[in-house]
Nanobody
Framework: QVQLVESGGGLVQAGGSLRLSCAASGRSLTNYAKAWFRQSPGKGREFVAAISRIGTNTDYAASVKGRFTISQDNAKNTMYLQMISLKPEDTAVYYC????????????????????WGQGTQVTVSS
């Protein structure tokens, strides 16, 4: 089982940028399909972005496409979410997740498919 720890959240003004990190231990992230999800107060957890096992394929929610970039550094066993042009509606707790049983190029979108989760990091965007 892989253990995931997020970092990099914080308070930023609208239009600003943040980079979230998801450091993995226990197993290599290349064994897993991976994703970022987020949850705002009063809302369910929603898909943000996903990346395949070896990082060749990515996909994004429509609300963040063109502003967020998901990536991974296999040498550091870490996944990232670069966020630019942040909006108040991006305010949420952001979670990274990893899913077993994925093909090399597979993207998984359903949170029920993910086995391992980080503890979350708060992102707050002020207007």
């Amino acid at each position: 089982q892989v253990q995931l720890v997020e970092s990099g959240g914080g308070l930023v003004q609208a239009g600003g940028s943040l980079r979230l990190s998801c450091a993995a231990s226990g197993r290599s992230l290349t064994n897993y399909a991976k994703a970022w999800f987020r949850q705002s107060p009063g809302k369910g957890r929603e898909f943000v972005a996903a990346i395949s096992r070896i990082g060749t394929n990515t996909d994004y929610a429509a609300s963040v496409k063109g502003r967020f970039t998901i990536s991974q550094d296999n040498a550091k066993n870490t996944m990232y979410l670069q966020m630019i042009s942040l909006k108040p509606e991006d305010t949420a707790v952001y979670y990274c997740a990893a899913a077993t049983g994925a093909d090399y190029f597979e993207i998984k979108y359903d949170q029920g498919q993910y086995d391992s989760w980080g503890q979350g990091t708060q992102v707050t965007v002020s207007s």
